[in-house]
C-alpha cells in the first residue's frame, strides 16, 4: 500500500497542475481581445491584403500607424463596409470579432501570432486524381 503513495502523489501533483493551467488559458482568452484579434487578421484575409504584420502589401496599405490617424468608429466603419478596394466584412465577421480586430488594431503592443499551421504544404495522394 504505502509503496504507491509516491506513484498516486506524483499523479495527483500533475492532474493538479493540469487543472490549474486549464483557467488561466481560459482566463487570458477572454483578457486579451487583441489575441484574438491577431488570430483573426491572419485567418479572415486581412493579413493576405495588408501583409502577416499589417505593413502593407500591393494590395492594401499599411496599418501601423492606424491606431493614431483613425477612430475606433472609424475602423468598425471600413471593417464593417469595406472601402473602394477593399471587401466588406459585416456578413462574415460578427460584431464581437470587429471589436477583437479594432482591439488588435488599436493595441500599442500588437501581439505577435504563429502562422496558420495549414500553410505549411502536405501532398495528399488522394488529392491529385491525375496520376
Ligand atoms: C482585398 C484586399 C483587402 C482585404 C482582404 C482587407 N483589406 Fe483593409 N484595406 C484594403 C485597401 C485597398 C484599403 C485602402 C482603402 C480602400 O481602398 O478600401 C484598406 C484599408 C483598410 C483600413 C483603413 C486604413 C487607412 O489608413 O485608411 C483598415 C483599418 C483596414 N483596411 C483593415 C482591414 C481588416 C481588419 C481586414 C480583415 C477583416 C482587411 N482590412 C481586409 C484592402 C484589403
Known sequence: MNRRNP??????ACLSLFSLT??????????????????????????????????????????AN???????????????????KMPAFSDSLSNDEILQLVAFLRAKHRPVVPPATQSAPSPSPLSNPAQ
Not at 7 to 12: F, G, N, T
Not at 34 to 52: M, Q, S, T
Request: contains cysteine; glycine residues 12%.
Open 22 to 63: 486549464l483557467p488561466l488559458q481560459a482566463f487570458e482568452g477572454k483578457q486579451k481581445p487583441e489575441v484574438a484579434g491577431a488570430i483573426l487578421f491572419r485567418d479572415k484575409g486581412c493579413a493576405y491584403c495588408h501583409g502577416p504584420a499589417a505593413a502593407g502589401t500591393a494590395k492594401g496599405p499599411s496599418l
Open 7 to 12: 506513484i498516486l502523489a506524483a499523479i495527483m
Open 66 to 84: 492606424v491606431r493614431k490617424s483613425m477612430k475606433t468608429s472609424q475602423i468598425i466603419d471600413q471593417i464593417s463596409n469595406g472601402g473602394q
